[in-house]
């Protein structure tokens, strides 16, 4: 009625393999190991992960680092070069993707980067989020003068006066093409010198393609017909 | 050969009957254990469910749920941690292929031998408590569970087997009754209070015109027709009932000013799930605009956990098309089996609602009314959408249970020679007999967590700096069914204090917790 005439022999063995895996491990181990520093980061199947937040942050500090050479201002009395104080303000995420907790690692990557530069000196986001508190404000307000030049009033009476702001923003550009898709990440740093009102602004990219089959990615970009 | 095999169908039915009888028990005691915690008896509650986990059928990781609830309910913060922590990491540590055995198992008995591997609006929940727990100790965590019930909502919604509801226009039936709104209520010009609803809208009782509304629809009125219906964009149960998720996300992260981008995703998100909310549209605006508490102020948002939240009942279901395609597929993983055409309903685990005896909080800040809390996520509707989704993959396995036992059967009866004319009857009748007591002793997986509450309910306040004592009591259709219960809070200056209260019953006692 159900069972194909063959199908008792094959029946029973089920039944003995089902009773085996049974028995076998019903508890599972996770295992874990460190990445050493020539290991490749991990790739994200379906979001950005370290390899593009990584690189996205060294290249674009490096680049605006590179643009802002010391002026050769000096102490007076050591005469070694003055470092710029640099409040940073955050990273602001306008991608199509939840960076869920790497947002806060992207912030310490840029400031740890930015203050390891030796040119300038940042400002501990501590001290920057009470100011903005006390004033009520958030990252966003700080753009309308009148805003600005409250915070760096409050920051300045806190014993943390600063020369410029810096602002982080993630954003995303998607290109799909049938069940693949390309996602252009861009880390755009803007530094806003607090005196003159001039900004200064550098971008890192990365593009990642994302496929539902290894073949996609093969036909995409390894095969003679890709482009 | 013969007799060997008698022996063993009567050692069988033996087995099923002291299966059964054992299983009823332990299931009284766990039952036992959650009226005791509607009726407020938390001490009673533990006590049972502890004396249920120490000899578990299968069931510790909904026990230590159970438990976690309990808990909390008492203050023990640290305690009910420790317990979700614990199923956390059990949950997660069923790898695939002991799933697959347990689940191969479970083709020969029930669902019951399954791997518990934990409902979806269960997953959701888990961190959703664990970040709750963790504000209220303040050790720091909240962030991370909020993350990680992002990922869990995340996780629901690509898992989904079915495309969700797309969000094409349906009439609406004309003028429905909607939920009574109070105006916002004014303490002195700094304190406003976000005006409070009665109720959750429902996909059939968004208003037109209201917010809501994707994109207007203009009407056409045709002679000798009736009056268009105005046609308002179908809602998707799951993500309206999940909206606690993301905003749950946004109240965390908010308590820093630095991630104010993040609020407004996450609140855009909400919104977009949980349309028509008064609340969420009120938090979102304020969100865009900046807007924070008042110098001297600071907000106070109450988080409650109302009613009773939805219990699993032995039900049948009607076999369907879908059903069967699912159990073909199983079974062909299985071996050489074919399907029959129809079968017989089928018993299943079925969600059920429990009854509403609390609908929503109403909040008292020194004696001084306020508001009511809304509903951003029914957990028994969300689990009650999401078992409907899964309802033929649950049905076809059962079916594919079935038709595997069947063939067992008639394998045995064809090894034994009783389904021979020359065949045993007493044999062939011990097999039929043993064919059906083995179908009949098929339970119902009613595994889960059942001290879920029925709702997670939002209310947000801004107040003065400084001491002050929140108060909260049950309603239900306007009337009054609890006794006020309530704790002092402290404001501080710009910065967000958090009360998350508690009334699983109108018989049980309301809790309420506040960080320091």
Redesign the interface.
Known sequence: ????P???C???S??T???L??L???????YAHVLKDHQQDMVGSHEAGAETFNSLVDESVSKLLSRQAPEGTVEELSGEPLSKRICF??V???SSE?I??F??QL?EQIDASVATSGQFQTIS?RY??NG???L??????LMVPQNMRSFSSVMEQNGQPFDYLLFAKLTSGTTESNKSYQRDYLLTLELVDLNTGRSDKESAKVRKGYHSSRVGSWMKYSSPLAR | MTQQLTQGLYSLLLGLVLLVTGCQTHRQVVEQAHESFWQGDLERSGLELAKAAERPRNDLAVLQLDQAMVEFQKGNFADSQHLLKQVRGELSAIPPASETARSAVSYLTDDTRRAYTGEDHEKLLLPAMLALNSLLRADGDAVAYAHQLGDECAALLDNRPLEPIAAEPVPTPPTPAQPAVNPAVTLNPAVTVNPAVTGPPTATMIPAGSTNQAEPVQQVVLSDTPPAMPLVPKIDPIRFELAFGPLLRAVIRGQSVLNHDDVIRHLQTANDWRPGSEFLQLELARAVAGQQAPQGYGSLYVIALVGRGPRKVTGTEEVTSQALLVADQLLSALGDYTLPPTVAPIKIARIELAPITVESLRISINRQEMGLTENVGDIGRLAVARQKELMPQIVGRAVARRVLKKGIIVAGKSASGADKESGNDLTSLLYTAAGVAWEAAEQADLRGWSLLPGSIQVYRVDLPCGAHQLDLRGELQGRTVSSRFGTPVQIRDGQATFAIATLPDQQATGRVFATQ
């Not at chain 1, 009625?1 to 194909?4: Q, V, Y």
């Not at chain 1, 076998?24 to 996770?30: E, K, L, M, N």
């Not at chain 1, 009520?136 to 307000?141: A, C, M, S």
Request: aromatic share 8%.
């Open positions: 009625m159900f069972l194909r063959s199908a008792s094959l029946l029973f089920t039944v393999v089902v009773g895996l049974a076998a491990g019903c508890r599972s181990h996770q303000v955050g602001e995420n306008y939840d869920g907790d947002k806060d912030f986001t920057v989020e903005l508190r006390q009520r404000l958030v990252p966003g307000d």
